[in-house]
């Protein structure tokens, strides 16, 4: 049988086990840290923590899945150079904590990537304890950032 998309090719039955949805996320998902600018003179900086993957709008289906059984997140429609693409993320750190990171704990990733969220864990628990509004705590964050995603 040919499938016309991912999606179509994975059981709701696969997308249910911790296991998939794992090897899942070490192959299309992400760990981040924005930083930018805020217009606020006692805290000129916001900082965002993101855990996403983003598929072809084709897969859709495969994306709300996986929200599902996150029980978090949101799921945007983009379209990037003429490509569309729908994206899972999630931004909240009382939900990247409830769920995300429990979920990666449990059923840890395999790949370089497992690294990489032990870094966004790092990051995360500076946030939590505040260390990301003063500019110590800034520069770990700045640091441990600039150690992710290297490949």
């Known amino acids: 049988r040919k499938y016309t998309t991912f999606a179509h090719a994975v059981s709701d039955n696969n997308i249910k086990h911790p296991y998939w949805i794992t090897g899942f996320a070490d192959a299309e998902s992400y760990f981040s840290i924005r930083i930018g600018a805020k217009k606020n003179r006692n805290y000129p900086w916001t900082i965002i923590p993101l855990f996403g993957i983003e598929l072809h709008e084709k897969d859709f289906y495969l994306l709300k899945q996986i929200q599902t059984f996150f029980g978090v997140g949101t799921i945007i429609h983009r379209v990037r150079d003429g490509k569309p693409s729908t994206i899972y993320s999630v931004q909240s750190i009382k939900d990247l904590q409830s ?48 150690a992710m995603n290297k490949g």
């Open 99 to 146: 769920s995300i990171i429990p979920h990666f704990k449990k059923y840890p990733m395999l790949t370089q990537k497992q690294a990489d969220f032990e870094l966004f864990c790092m990051i995360i628990d500076l946030m939590v304890i505040q260390e990301h509004l003063n500019f110590n705590g800034l520069s770990k964050i700045l640091s441990i950032k600039a």
